[in-house]
């Protein structure tokens, strides 16, 4: 009976946190929580709850106390890891982010001896997680590996292949999903870890970590707006991302609505855009450059931003690479953002250049 009890008031407080109701969700686990302490379950549903709420501190209280009934429970370390992140608590909030990783990605690995800072000399296999804004996001720190007397390979998306030859002449780039035999390697580590063993020097990060290449394409396309002084606004609305998009993704000319039609011209950074937004943006009187593939073609989007006057974008890999760029960026979040953009500040530690708005 107790256990039944138990059941239905942790479907109660995530039914109405689904709703939106998050106080009285909190309220229905925190009274299942006093009921039945023993439960880790109703501390992990405690601990999400705080997160949408934004109390991180009480999130990773109620982690903690879930992980001290069930040591070996990797999702609420990844969520652990992910609230101490926010809170920029990075040492500790590292440590529990490993759990980021699944157990067959692990076993590929693991079979290649850990890089740490003070390893020995020798080869060292980079591998490649999550999207391609979290590979420039985490590439803002990998200038560091150069003080190494080490022989770094890269595991990327291969779109970046370019922009890393012109930055990083030094580093190896090897196309993500390339059979990778693990006895070329003395070491590996997955590039997320550049946050691990560098977020002491995130301060040290410059306004403009990366530059692009100049395409002539791009330049001719760009040219006659150039001549007659019209300002570039390089722009991006959508999120693919299958988990978070929707709540990330704004409409188009919910971003331009403070943007003058008759001295700016729209650069679509959006990859797989709707045509009705392109001709929405035409009809409030825009001039849009549109010609570029902007998710293959990576070079042509990193030079298009290299361009811009200025980028207005939500979170998606445009922030990333704008932010990278140095070219002053607008950036558009929803109220619970994602950890790479911090809790409070209305700037970013990763992009000195970048303006966070909240929508």
């Known amino acids: 009976m107790q256990e039944q ?7 109660k407080a995530l039914n109405l946190a689904r709703e939106g109701q998050l106080e009285a969700a909190l309220d229905t686990i925190s009274q299942a929580v006093r009921d039945y302490q023993s439960s880790s379950l109703s501390y992990f549903i405690k601990g999400r709850i705080h997160d949408e709420l934004l109390e991180y501190e009480a999130s990773v209280a109620s982690y903690k106390k879930c ?3 069930d040591k070996n429970n990797k999702k609420v370390k990844f969520y652990l890891g992910l609230a101490l992140l926010t809170l920029e608590q990075f040492d500790e909030g590292c440590r529990y982010y490993e759990a980021r990783h699944d157990i067959e990605t692990l076993k590929k690995f693991g ?16 591998w490649a997680e999550q999207g391609i804004g ?59 870890d550049l946050l691990r063993h560098f977020h002491k020097k995130i301060p040290e990060i410059s ?6 290449n100049d395409l002539s394409e791009v330049n001719l396309s760009l040219e006659k707006y150039i001549k007659r002084g019209v300002s570039l606004v390089g722009m991006s609305w959508l999120s693919m991302n299958a988990e978070y998009g ?41 001039d849009v450059i549109d010609q570029f593939d902007c998710y293959n073609d990576i070079n042509s989007v990193f030079a298009l931003i290299s361009k811009c006057n200025k980028i207005i974008t939500i979170d998606n890999s445009v922030a990333h690479f704008a932010g990278a760029l140095g070219i002053e960026t607008e950036l558009w979040l929803p109220a619970l953002q994602n950890w790479r953009w911090g809790l409070e500040s209305d700037k970013s530690y990763w992009y000195p250049n970048l303006s966070i708005k909240h929508f």
């Open 207 to 212: 306004p403009l970590t990366l530059k692009a």
């Open 134 to 192: 979290d590979e420039i996001m985490f590439l803002q720190l990998i200038r560091h590996l150069e003080e190494f007397h080490h022989e770094f390979y890269l595991e990327c998306d291969k779109r970046l292949h370019g922009v890393l030859e012109t930055n990083y002449p030094w580093l190896n780039v090897i196309s993500r999903g390339t059979n990778i035999i693990p006895t070329e390697f003395e070491y590996q580590f997955p590039m997320g």
């Open 246 to 286: 929707l709540r990330r993704s704004r409409p188009v000319d919910s971003l331009c609505k403070h943007l003058n039609p008759e001295n700016t011209a729209i650069v679509n950074l959006q990859y797989l855009v709707p045509n009705e937004d392109i001709e929405k943006l035409r009809s409030l009187g825009f």
């Open 111 to 126: 079979v290649i001896k850990k890089w740490f800072p003070k390893s020995s000399r020798g080869k060292v296999l980079i």
């Open 5 to 11: 009890d138990l059941i239905e008031r942790q479907k």
């Open 67 to 69: 992980l001290s009934r």
